[in-house]
């Protein structure tokens, strides 16, 4: 069981930065993949970015690539989205997912855990 509370969400205009914070509770972080979705409203629930459970290996949705940057401390249970370049697009729910499939899933259901979101908002 993981239990994952995310921080950092706010208010921000276009061209701004945010970073996100998720913190793990629970055995065996280092384990999981962990990952960051996103939910606008009247829309799915959409991919962001993961990072693996060794750290190297991450994986960006095509419109946050070069903007956004994933990072985990596994000695902290923490992994961290740090936003850049902030666009209203990016206007939000933003969730943090854990998952223990094969490699590093892009849709929901490769995530096992998942925490109770922050909002993100960007104005123009």
């Known amino acids: 069981q993981v239990q994952l509370v995310e921080s950092g969400g706010g208010l921000v205009q276009a061209g701004g930065s945010l970073r996100l914070s998720c913190a793990a509770s629970g055995r065996a972080f280092s384990t999981y993949t962990m990952a960051w979705f996103r939910q606008a409203p009247g829309k799915e629930r959409e991919f962001v970015a993961a990072?693996?459970?060794?750290?190297?290996?991450?994986q960006y949705a095509d419109s946050v690539k070069g903007r956004f940057t994933i990072s985990r401390d596994n000695a902290k249970n923490t992994v961290a989205l740090q936003m850049n370049s902030l666009k209203p697009e990016d206007t939000a729910v933003y969730y943090c997912a854990a998952g223990r499939q094969w490699g590093i899933p892009t849709l929901t259901r490769g995530y096992d855990y998942w925490g109770q979101g922050t909002q993100v908002t960007v104005s123009s």
């Open positions: 990072i693996a459970w060794s750290g190297p290996r991450t």
